[in-house]
């Protein structure tokens, strides 16, 4: 969900790629369901059912509940109204479909009010593995079905409102960061076990296995600090994850006042990607093989 044109890596989470002008304030638009064709609902198929054979022993519960319990299967890309429904019967939100990525102040301001932006497209046949701008695939899969659950639905509903804050303060980047490490890329501790419970790892193919198994990256135990200081990465795999103890990380965050911890934090330095603290609860201290190997290229 970032510009990935823009040269500073932390910069403008939810910024909109390209010059594209809306004919709607709230950048929204019709999602258009019956102008999709058969090999767009095809590319669906294939993304779902090939995802589903990886996520279902290595996804929060959480997750498997809300994709359960929601009208998200392999038959077709889902119609954006007929989800609305069922998911505001639960935790009274909606999904509005959006052109792409959009600007951080239309982002907050939909998710402050529980509406969840949705890019409406879906990628190539030829594009299964990686794809530029978060598409119809990446968030209905990867985010809707935890929005079923009550706690992370009041988080992102907060978040929403703690990113138009974080504007107002200038302290985008250390929310972004809390974001990116939750909410598209965090872990969770379930049942002795660490899963996935980031959107941005359960729609990747190739991300689900690497966050959890590869020998690569450090797998750290959350904490909310740490990570507010911790970069990240845009364009590759995360060379660091970070393992929330339970979903009630999320309770304790929405009900969190943020503007003590920016001020805090004014002073001090921000750590690397790979970096590990002696003071850091370490589930994996990773190799970074896979990164150093990028670096040979």
């Excluded at 910024?15 to 767009?40: H, L, M, N």
């Excluded at 965050?253 to 330095?269: C, H, Q, S, V």
Aim: proline share 5%.
């Amino acid at each position: 969900m970032l510009d990935l044109q823009d040269e500073k890596p932390n910069s403008d989470l939810h910024g909109i790629v390209g010059g594209y002008v809306p004919e709607r304030a709230d950048w929204t638009i019709d999602q258009d369901w019956a102008a999709y064709s058969p090999e767009q609902h095809a590319t669906w198929k294939t993304l779902f059912e090939r995802q589903m054979k990886l996520v279902s022993g290595r996804a929060s519960q959480h997750y498997l509940d809300g994709l359960a319990d929601l009208p998200i299967t392999a038959d077709a890309i889902p119609d954006f109204d007929r989800l609305s429904d069922a998911l505001e019967k639960r935790t009274g939100w909606r999904v509005v479909a959006v052109p792409g990525m959009v600007p951080n102040d239309v982002f907050f301001t939909h998710m402050a009010n529980r509406r969840f932006p949705a890019g409406q497209f879906i990628r190539n046949a030829h594009q299964l593995d990686y794809l530029q701008e978060p598409d119809v695939f990446h968030d209905i899969f990867g985010h809707v079905p935890m929005m079923v659950n009550p706690v992370m639905a009041d988080f992102m509903q907060a978040y929403g409102e703690g990113g138009l804050k974080a504007m107002r303060l200038g302290e985008l980047d250390r929310i972004a960061r809390l974001y990116w490490y939750t909410v598209e890329f965090g872990l969770i501790e379930e049942k002795n076990d660490v899963r996935v419970f980031g959107g941005g790892i359960l729609s990747s193919f190739t991300e689900t296995r690497f966050a959890l198994e590869d020998a690569s990256p450090n797998r750290i135990g959350f904490d909310l600090e740490r990570v507010m200081r911790t970069n990240y990465r845009i364009d590759e795999f995360q060379e660091t994850y970070f393992i929330m103890p339970s979903i009630d990380t999320l309770f304790d965050m929405a009900n969190t006042d943020f503007a003590p911890i920016y001020e805090r934090l004014k002073a001090e330095p921000d750590y690397e990607l790979s970096e590990v603290l002696p003071q850091d609860r370490v589930f994996h201290c990773g190799t970074g093989a896979y990164h150093k190997a990028l670096l040979s290229i």
